[in-house]
């Protein structure tokens, strides 16, 4: 992939705020991220008033499935998202969390879709994705090799087009639980594009992710880390979320440029400057032997002998009377 796919995850930091949620577009469109990432969720297809919350940092809802009935939106509204993201520049995507989800996304006009790490073994789901027929891209956070080889079988034999995330499902995550090793592990396993997924609220993992290889970054943004949500401390705000597409595009740019180390001929005059000729620390006479602790490497290249040649001339006899700091050249040597 001659590009990295950079996908700035918005999820529920607008917090159900209709406003908050187009502001956020704008915010992202100035970064230079590829694509925005929302979540759709349906309360009544897709949890219960069982489901306990991940995180209790709610004052508002009472429970897990109010919040999630609060960040709903309308068919409409999320038309009116997807113009906007459209309008920017920026692809629109929203991970589905319930097969009414996905209904509600193909009539506002996905073009991929992504799958979150706790819908990976959710084969409904994945079902009805794959008859879409449109590309997705998985988290893999929170499964084994065990889990993830049904997956990926399950998709390869509805011929579903695909691709996989390293993934770790903690909010921060921390440098020991990255698992770059994984990147690696993910493509020679199933021989298909990988990516990384952050949580760390950091810019050198997604870095180091790419130059280990990773084609797709996914992580979550947010105006201020002190906002009100579950992921607002695992995110980026927009002025880290710049310098990290800057860099990303920088290292993909090196990546996909790859130097010749057999071919220095682009270094012609530079060497001719910063290249050193031998020289004598002292004045000497006619007929002095050359020891190694006459000689000393003077800039530039070519006004006498290389530099890296002198073990050629010790022992050898001079023909004539030197200067302190003269260049030393063959021509100044007994045959």
């Known amino acids: 992939m001659k590009e990295t796919f950079i996908i700035a995850e918005i999820a529920q930091a607008h917090d159900g705020s209709l406003g908050l949620a187009h502001s956020y577009i704008d915010a992202v469109a100035k970064t230079g991220c590829n694509a925005i990432k929302f979540q759709t969720h349906i309360a009544e297809a897709e949890s219960s008033l069982e489901e306990p919350f991940r995180v209790n940092f709610s004052f508002e809802d009472k429970t897990r499935y109010d919040y999630w009935k609060r960040m709903e939106f309308t068919l409409e509204q999320w038309k009116e998202i997807k113009a906007h993201c459209d309008k920017v520049s920026l692809e629109f995507i929203s991970s589905p969390f319930s097969n009414t989800a996905v209904d509600l996304l193909e009539e506002v006009g996905v073009k991929r879709y992504k799958i979150g790490s706790g819908e990976v073994n959710n084969f409904v789901l994945l079902e009805k994705i794959i008859q879409t027929g449109k590309p997705i891209i998985i988290s893999s956070g929170m499964s084994s090799f065990e889990e993830l080889d049904k997956t990926v079988a399950f998709l390869k034999n509805r011929n579903a087009n695909y691709s996989i995330l390293q993934c770790t499902t903690a909010y921060p995550t921390k440098p020991s639980q990255f698992g770059f090793n994984v990147l690696k592990e993910l493509k020679e396993r199933y021989n298909v594009v990988v990516g990384f997924s952050d949580h760390s609220s950091s810019i050198e993992a997604s870095i180091a992710a790419v130059a280990l290889g990773a ?63 031998l020289a004598i620390n002292k004045d000497l006479t006619e007929g002095h032997v050359i020891k190694f602790s006459d000689l000393e490497a003077k800039k530039p290249k070519g006004f006498g002998i290389l530099a890296s040649d002198y073990q050629r001339i010790i022992g050898k006899e001079l023909n004539k009377d030197l200067n302190k700091w003269d260049f030393l050249t063959f021509n100044d040597l007994k045959e």
Do not use: C, W, Y
């Open 215 to 277: 084609d797709i970054l996914e992580f979550h943004v947010v105006f201020n880390n002190e906002m009100f949500g579950p992921d607002a401390k695992a995110s980026l705000n927009f002025k880290e979320t710049k310098k990290l597409v800057k860099a990303v595009r920088n290292i993909k740019k090196a990546l996909n440029n790859p130097i010749d180390k057999n071919d220095n001929s682009n270094f012609k005059e530079l060497k001719q400057i910063f290249e050193k000729s």
